[in-house]
């Protein structure tokens, strides 16, 4: 019933910055938690932040912790990822997610998801 798209992904040198946005359609975002997950070749999609309905509350992976934001505009029905000082590690794609219900770290907890924008960090 959610639909949602990546935008935002490019190529960066390490130390750069990116911001990923993901606009959502079908329904509004206001009642749903949303998340960043990424996923390198040959990897595991791992979480990297998650905020909740209002944006009271937000996770972040340690990884990623002191250099990325995750923010929210529900009256525009966007979510956000503001990548600071990125380092090649972070090369991945990323997919944002919605749930109806509360914030969650896991992939598992999330049931709509768009289809990804790859970042790729140069040293």
């Known amino acids: 019933q959610v639909q949602l798209v990546e935008s935002g992904g490019g190529l960066v040198q390490a130390g750069g910055s990116l911001r990923l946005s993901c606009a959502a359609s079908?329904?509004?975002?206001?009642?749903?938690?949303m998340g960043w997950f990424r996923q390198a070749p040959g990897k595991e999609r791992e979480f990297v932040a998650a905020?909740?309905?209002?944006?009271?509350?937000?996770y972040y992976a340690d990884s990623v912790k002191g250099r990325f934001t995750i923010s929210r505009n529900n009256a525009k029905n966007t979510m956000y990822l503001q990548m600071n000082s990125l380092k090649p590690e972070d090369t991945a794609v990323y997919y944002c997610?919605?749930?109806?219900?509360?914030?969650?770290?896991?992939?598992?907890?999330?049931?709509?998801w768009g289809q990804g924008t790859q970042v790729t960090v140069s040293s």
């Open positions: 997610s919605a749930d109806r219900g509360i914030i969650g770290r896991t992939s598992n907890h999330y049931e709509y």
């Open positions: 079908g329904r509004t975002i206001s009642t749903h938690a």
């Open positions: 905020i909740s309905q209002s944006a009271a509350i937000s």
